[in-house]
């Protein structure tokens, strides 16, 4: 693997865009405390996934499959992990949206977390450095750099292509750029639409598909201009 190097603060290995950088660090403080780790437990099973604050009073936003279960079984148990090594167990579902293209959910956590991601209609442009913190396997949040490679739409909704590889657990991951702008938020629903840009792909490249943060921001912005958020708390295990 190439030499280390620094990037948004997350410690990163230049071998190839994407590359493991191992377990978070303090390098990491400065975005870190804007990610949460998902479990899910149910009867079907147990799954895990990333998720992300956007807002200073617990809002976090992840995709609708992490969360899927529990509207299947409401006796599914969830917990949140936190930068901070606390656990969270209680949330509210403002809304989910299986819709093909779409896969967001919004929740909200009873804590006020140090830090956020800011969601809006970002930059998005090919070229555009990016870094992403995500929990693969489940194994804990890493730290990830690559670029954007271009957009699409998929049913009318507004993709980015990465660089970054993306593997389960890093569903819900937040993608962002240096000033700490939500670009996009990955998700490993959408990699069947990977080939419509295979004509632009070189031998051995790959591209991986994450929601556009302008997606993001107008189902964000509907949640809090015209639903109020369900009284759904998970069961306190």
Known sequence: MGRAFLFFGILV?????????????GDLSRYAP?????????MYGSSSGTGFFSSPDGEMITNYHVMGAVERDPSAAVAFHLADGSVVRDYRIGK???????DLCVLKLPVYPKAYFRVGAGDSDAGLRVGLIGNPGGSGLRGYSGAVLGNLDVDNVPHV?????????MSGSPIFSSDGRLIAVATLWMQDFVPV?????QPGEKRYLAISGRKVADFQREIREFLPVRAYYSPSR
């Open 13 to 25: 290995a230049n071998a190839m865009p994407g590359a493991w950088a191992g377990p978070v660090s």
């Open 34 to 42: 804007a990610v949460v780790t998902v479990e899910v437990r149910s």
């Open 96 to 102: 989910c949206s299986a819709r093909y293209g779409v």
């Open 161 to 169: 292509a990465l660089s970054i590889e993306l593997v389960p657990g």
């Open 197 to 201: 840009l295979r004509a632009e792909l």
